[in-house]
């Protein structure tokens, strides 16, 4: 079982839809959690972090922590299609001074116009 | 904007030569962390450092891969008798280490190492 998982998609959404984007994880101790958003040929870019259990939103994404089913999710609101991308989970394991980060391989989103 | 930064962003070698890479971090992040991604995949934790101190190297990385931070502050990354199997991007990213434990990175452009 990977640590990190993720439907590798590709997802398609239609513009102005909202994108769900999922991830389970394996270690029942991990803390911390985080979504990155990769453009092709580019680096990964921190969109969202979450340490509790619930949904914590900024502007249009919302992210939502479930540690009890080891699974956290990201929702895109009003979906643009400069939201296409590969979406990164990313999460930390128990015992690793919280350093080091764990991804999972990414979810491709195309938003359809 | 006081970004991560790295040096070079491409770098193409020929199989069995020595390359360095360079990071720079965001000036106040203590913690320092080199990656490497292969297509279709996610970053793979290579080493970590706070300040000057490495504190953990990932298994996978060979003994032809050396990272330093001198003086806290800027990072390299060597790879030694480079093979075709390194060919990737090299990510560098940096945070603020908290003792609440959340430890947000942030990922310079990387470095895109092709091996001939």
């Known amino acids: 079982q990977k640590e990190v998982e993720q439907n590798s998609g590709p997802l398609s959404v239609p513009e102005g839809a909202i994108a769900s984007l999922n991830c389970t994880y394996s270690d029942r101790g991990s803390q911390s959690f985080f979504w990155y958003r990769q453009y092709s040929g580019k680096s990964p870019e921190l969109i969202m972090s979450?340490?509790?259990?619930g949904d914590k939103e900024d502007g249009r994404f919302t992210a939502q922590l479930n540690k009890a089913s080891q699974y956290v999710s990201l929702l895109i609101r009003d979906s643009q299609p400069s939201d296409s991308a590969t979406y990164l989970c990313?999460?930390?394991?128990?015992?690793?001074?919280?350093?080091?980060?764990?991804f999972g391989s990414g979810t491709r989103l195309s938003i359809r116009p | 904007d006081t970004g991560v930064s790295q040096n070079p962003r491409h770098k193409i070698t020929k199989r069995g030569q020595n390359v360095t890479f360079r990071c720079d971090p965001i000036s106040e992040h203590n913690r320092l962390y080199w990656y490497r991604q292969t297509l279709g995949q996610g970053p793979e934790f290579l080493t970590y450092f706070q300040n000057e101190a490495q504190l953990e190297k990932s298994r996978l990385l060979s003994d032809r891969f050396s990272a330093e931070r001198p003086k806290g502050s800027f990072s390299t990354l060597e790879i030694q008798r480079t093979e075709q199997g390194d060919s990737a991007m090299y990510l560098c990213?940096?945070?603020?280490?908290?003792?609440?434990?959340?430890?947000?990175?942030?990922f310079g452009p990387g470095t895109r190492l092709t091996v001939l």
């Open positions: 979450i340490y509790s259990n």
């Open positions: 990213a940096s945070s603020l280490y908290r003792t609440s434990g959340y430890n947000e990175q942030f």
């Open positions: 990313a999460v930390t394991l128990r015992g690793s001074s919280a350093s080091k980060i764990i």
